[in-house]
């Protein structure tokens, strides 16, 4: 179950946390892997590890933020990393704060970033599976995106809004054989959610059935089931993993 053999997979945010599980456990997997983030020297010691383990990874450095960044570096994939088959939208920023604090260029930039980019990648992109008439499309949201939360206007709206875009895209792209997905986490421990607050880590924590933070790993086996064959009759769903934060 949930072999790769064949397939090519970018993930976005490839650098660290959710998106470097994810990119290792589709690797393992017999999947080759374009390494897609800003930080070029995290992308080459990931993709060093992958190949190290015996696996096939190409590091693509991209900002999110800048259209054009994304269409060039897509444009730039050649050969068999240039056929994507799977997508993984998963780089995110938050720029947190109350409404009445928050400026548009917080606004904007979490917008921007989060939502518009994903859109950008994941357009340029689909071009080649409808081609090949095969896809696999899953999104990291969160249950932000869900449920809401003080402090976190504009990462919320991104995360509801990439819910929106996924449920959306695939009704238009079913009949193509592409699934598109969702995976909403709840707190999962990354170098972002480190910067929070012990009173917020507290809440959080009290408010999670499971008691527990989430795994990146936990995440990436909700991603590598929604980009397999056996989820190929899977669309337009979200699946919440969040141990029970939200339900």
Wanted: hydrophobic share 50%.
């Amino acid at each position: 179950m949930f072999r790769f053999d064949g397939k090519t997979a970018l993930i976005s945010g490839a650098s660290q946390g959710i998106g470097a599980a994810t990119a290792r456990a589709l690797a393992v997997r017999g999947a080759r892997v374009v390494l897609a983030a800003r930080n070029r020297e995290r992308l080459d010691q990931l993709a060093g590890e992958i190949a190290a383990a015996g696996g096939e990874a190409l590091a693509l450095p991209l900002d999110l933020a800048d259209p054009d960044s994304i269409e060039a570096a897509v444009a730039s994939l050649e050969g068999e990393m240039a056929a994507v088959d799977i997508l993984v939208n998963n780089a995110g920023v938050t720029d947190d704060g109350l409404l009445l604090r928050m400026s548009r260029e917080q606004w904007q930039r979490v917008l921007d970033t989060n939502l518009t980019g994903t859109f950008v990648l994941t357009k340029a992109l689909v071009r080649g599976m409808l081609k090949r008439r095969y896809g696999r499309i899953v999104t990291v949201s969160s249950v932000v995106g869900l449920m809401g939360n003080a402090g976190q206007a504009n990462y919320a709206a991104s995360k509801a809004g990439l819910i929106g875009f996924t449920k959306s895209i695939a009704r238009e792209l079913g009949s193509r054989g592409i699934t598109a997905n969702v995976v909403a986490p709840g707190f999962v421990a990354t170098a972002m959610t480190d910067s929070l607050g012990d009173a917020v880590k507290e809440s959080m924590l009290a408010a999670t059935a499971l008691g527990r933070f989430g795994a990146v790993e936990d995440v990436a086996a909700a991603v590598l089931f929604l980009a397999s064959e056996e989820a190929g009759y899977v669309t337009g769903d979200v699946v919440n993993v969040s141990g029970g934060l939200y339900m």
